[in-house]
C-alpha cells in the first residue's frame, strides 16, 4: 500500500499491522524525516518513508490512500496493479464555513474531487459520500490555539492575529457560540474507486 502526502507518518503508522508492506511518500523531506523517526521510536520495520510525490515511484500496489493531500488520477491510476483500489478523504470546499465566512475569507469555488474526475481516468466508483462532522472547540485558549496552528498550506486558512482579527473573533463568537463551545464543521469527501482487473 502507498499513502501519498503521508505528512509525519502518524496516520499510516496506525496502519502497520494491516498490510504486509507500506510506503509513505511526501515532497517535504521535513516531514519525512519526522515520520521516520517516528517508525523507529515504534520499531516498526514494514513502513517505509520516501520522499516525493508518487510520480517517481515504478511498483504497482494493491492499494492508494490519500488523506487530504494533492494528487493526479493518472498518477494514481499508473501506480495501481488491475483490481487495486484508490482511497481518499479531500477536505470539502465549504470546510470550517461559519469560521470563514467570520473572517471574510472566499469561499473555495469547486470540489476537490468528483466521481466524474474518477470514470474519466478509467476508475469504477464504488463509493463516493459527502458529509460534514462538527468540531467543537470548547474555550478561548483553544479555538486561539487552532487558529493560529492553522495556515495556508494545510488547511487554506492564513492563521490568526488577536489584534488583526478582535472583530472576526467576535463575529465567529456571536454567531457560534454554544453551551459546549464554538461548533464549526469539517466538511468532506470520501472515495472508494477500483481500477478494472
Ligand atoms: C494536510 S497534510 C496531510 C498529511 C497526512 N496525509 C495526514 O492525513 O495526516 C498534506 C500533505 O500533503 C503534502 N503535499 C503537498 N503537495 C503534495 C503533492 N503534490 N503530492 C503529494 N503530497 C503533497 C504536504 O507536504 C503535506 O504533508
Redesign the pocket.
Known sequence: MID????GG??LLELSSDARQLLGV???PE?IGRARELAADKGVTSVHFETG?GTEILDRFDVVID?????ATTVVHRLLRPGGRFVTQQVGEHNMKNVRESFQLEANAFAPISPEMFVKAGFIIERFDEYDVDYVIHDMDSLVFWLQALDVA?SDFGGFDSERDADAINRLLSTSLTGDGVVTNEHRYLLVAAKPG
Open positions: 501519498i502526502g503521508t505528512g502518524e496516520r511526501d515532497p517535504d516531514v510525490t488523506r487530504h493531500a494533492p494528487f494545510h
